[in-house]
């Protein structure tokens, strides 16, 4: 034995070694299960699956390239928090900042935003590859709910993201995308039935989601907790089911 | 692909090792992505316009491109019905997707044959009606809303004449009360058309006894989920050829 070899083998057959790692790297069946098994973030896999369910051109990795996107923004997304505070005096400020001084603040910044875009991009063809290969019929109809809910804190997480800039460019987006909450019927003081119900500007839908009758300060902290706290983790919660079920119901294939 | 697993013995053993074979899969592709991601973050930049200014209001003030097909509805419906009702209809529909197909056939695998007019359907709804409204709104709108090519310079001064009229002024109705209630007759009229065509074409298609085993649940919801989602293109129709603006006038709601 090479003295590199010994000291390896030292290294390996320390406490420290096995208490962290639970097996080799042989290239054994029994490896190749416990690579899946004993890693926690692996074992959201089964330790098997079927041939077709491997194909790129079954899955498209639609559901994994979301998910990837998912976890992309909130990598950098964190890294923008810590230099962006959600105050109207200072949001676009923080922003410049952001972009001209932080090191990699720029990229970063860039990163979040198309990983965002992308992510829609991704979870609709995501939907459309589901639908195409009948993935939601039994057992998979409650996974199919789960999805389209996470389809939609996908927008919501996007569009509550588009106010932070605190540019021209967010707000009147924001404006013009919440005033239909402004137009619901019974709920919104610009919708139909709104005079039997008592809404006013100061007191309906869309005064409930800007936290007062105009788009100002308050929906910026508002849409900020919203998008930094709230919606991912009501949606990591759902992705946790999704993927869960995804295990529990079995992935689809053609039938044996 | 679980029961079938446990039901029959499996004749073959399709199975293969996660790893390496779809973590590898997976590696690969995330790194593609990611290097696609990085590329494409180091060449273009985030927008970031003027600070916000609550008393500038740019023309045209558009919402985030995936909800554009939402604000283009608006050229066709008032807010309350582009903006909420037909948004929560769209989810309702997707939710109901799996309770209204029956169809065993297409499960777990590719086909077009067995479940032709469920796809097509779906591509209607979601490629033509969805996708094609957002390209509308994102690349063919300018100031006021108006149409432009991508090209052509936004002309904030466009001149566009207001033509539009009610359906039941167009056909010469000018009493209100006679208008609003032939327009609840004729939203009347298109629904239970719609579905009288939809029985029938149910029939012709798929036959009685799919229709019996169906059940009436799911044929009116399929049925009314279709109407709702027809009715829009139905509205570009009447718009772009005869320039109707509502069809039903009343003090509270217009469609
Ligand atoms: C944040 C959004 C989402 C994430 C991260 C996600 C992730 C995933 C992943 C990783 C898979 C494994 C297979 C694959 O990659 O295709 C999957 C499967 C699945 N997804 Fe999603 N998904 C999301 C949204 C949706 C939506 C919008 C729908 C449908 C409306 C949906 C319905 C399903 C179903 C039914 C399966 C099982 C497919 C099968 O067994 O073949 N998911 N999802």
Redesign the pocket.
Known sequence: MSPLEKIKNDIVESQVWKAIFRHGYDDTPRNRVMMVTSNVFLHLHPAKVRRHAVRMRF?W????L??LM?LMTAITGIYLMFYYRPVAEYAYADMKYLEFDMPFGMLMRNMHRWAAHAMIVF?WL??F??FL?G??KPP?EF??IV??L??VL?LLLSFTGYLLPWDQLAIWAVTVGSNMARASPLLGYEGPFAEFVGVNPIYDARAFLFGGGEIGPHTLLRFYILHCIFIPLV?SIL?AV??WR?RRDG??GPSL | MAESAQERKLPVDDKIHTWPHLVRMEFLVALFVLIGLTIWSLTIDAPLEEPANPTKTPNPSKAPWYFLGLQEMLVYFDPWHAGVVLPTLIIVG?VVIPFIDTNPKGN?YYCFKDRKWEILTFIFGFHILWVVTIIIGTFFRGPGWNLFWPWQFWDTHKVVALTNVDLPYLLGIRSYWVAAAFGLFAIGAYFIGWMGFFYWFVLKVKGKDFLERWGMVRFNITGVILAVMMSLPAKMFLRLAFNVKYILVTPWINI
């Open positions: 899955t990795c639609m559901g994994g979301t998910f998912f979870v995501h939907m590859r589901v290969t993935s939601y998979r996974n199919w999805g389209v996470l389809l996908t949606a992705m999704h993927f995804i992935f689809s | 997707l777990g």
